[in-house]
């Protein structure tokens, strides 16, 4: 078994083993917006529960050379997201967001989804999710790099709205089968739910 020692490769080198050995990850369909009221939309694999107290998502937002993604600079000086839970009925026009289009320009442009007003939020969401959350932005930190050069933004947001679809909600539970979530692997490649199976807790 090889020891690989961080400090002795290139970021691009430890990012594969990273990406490589944390599989599969779950992947949040972002849509914010500019100051100037242009709706950004992207796909983040860096995404995770934070707390349910009060309810917590958190997405690492790699940088461009020390510089803001469209997404962290929107979501930093609005304070305003949704996350959409990715599945496979539109998976393929989430791919097409991943486009690197300028500030100025809507990634949903290149795609037939649909966007539906928030509740309490003014930010847009997208229809064809079977998941989102409104989200307000709790915290961002800067984090890698220098000081004067970051390499990500972690950000943390408070869900302060779940919309749900019918076919998925049970008695407060999810039905993940139905959901068909979509998770993040490495390269190009994605995964689906697979098989299920238990096993209980030891008490």
Avoid: W
Avoid at 13 to 23: A, E, F, V
Avoid at 43 to 60: A, G, H, L, Q, R
Avoid at 115 to 141: D, F, H, N, W, Y
Avoid at 166 to 176: H, K
Wanted: charged content about 25%; glycine content about 6%.
């Amino acid at each position: 078994m090889p020891t690989i020692y961080p400090e002795n490769q290139s970021e691009r080198d430890n990012y594969k083993l990273l990406i490589g050995s944390i599989i599969p990850r779950p992947t949040a369909f972002i849509t914010s917006q500019s100051k100037d009221g242009v709706l950004n939309a992207a796909p983040f694999s860096y995404f995770n529960v934070v707390t349910s107290e009060p309810p917590m998502i958190s997405i690492s937002i790699q940088r461009k050379k020390g510089e803001y993604k469209d997404t962290s600079r929107n979501i930093i000086e609005t304070g305003e997201f949704v996350v959409h839970i990715s599945d496979e009925d539109y998976i393929e026009a989430i791919n097409q967001t991943a486009a690197n289009l300028p500030p100025e320009e809507s990634e949903l442009e290149l795609t037939q989804l649909t966007t539906l007003a928030s509740e309490k939020i003014k930010v847009p969401g997208v229809a064809e999710a079977k998941i989102r959350m409104e989200c307000v932005l709790e915290r961002a930190i800067e984090l890698g790099g220098t000081p004067s050069s970051p390499t990500c933004d972690l950000i943390i947001g408070k869900v302060v709205c779940f919309h749900i679809t019918d076919e998925l909600y049970e008695s407060g539970r999810i039905d993940a089968e139905k959901l068909k979530p979509v998770s993040r692997l490495a390269g190009n490649n994605y995964s689906k739910l697979g098989e299920i199976f238990a096993i209980a807790r030891p008490e």
